[in-house]
């Protein structure tokens, strides 16, 4: 369970934290990978004190978390549907 919680709902609710505190893409999309890779490294550190998980573990899992954490900051704001094109009528 500690692993799931970890990799899948920290880092959504760290997403989603950050889209309502900052209200901007940009800046909650920062916030959201900065934060989300420091929690990985703050729970290996916490959920392992033997060490048989080193910082390399964490290394190769952060981009997973900051993808994950960046898709709920994505998904709050509604920017994976995409842009529309529009049409031009010629005539």
């Known amino acids: 369970m500690e692993p799931f ?3 899948v709902l920290l880092p959504t ?4 934290t950050s889209e309502l ?5 940009l800046r909650a999309s920062l916030a959201a990978a900065l934060v989300s ?3 990985v490294y703050t729970c290996l550190d916490l959920f392992d004190p033997g060490g048989s998980w080193n ?3 964490g290394f190769l899992v952060s981009p997973l978390v900051i993808a994950l954490s960046l898709v709920a900051v ?3 704001f509604g920017h994976l549907e995409g842009r529309r094109r529009v049409r031009r009528q010629q005539g």
């Open 5 to 7: 919680a970890v990799l």
């Open 37 to 39: 890779a420091l929690a």
């Open 21 to 25: 505190v900052f209200r901007d893409t």
């Open 13 to 16: 609710l760290v997403g989603i």
């Open 55 to 57: 910082a390399l573990a």
């Open 74 to 76: 994505l998904t709050c």
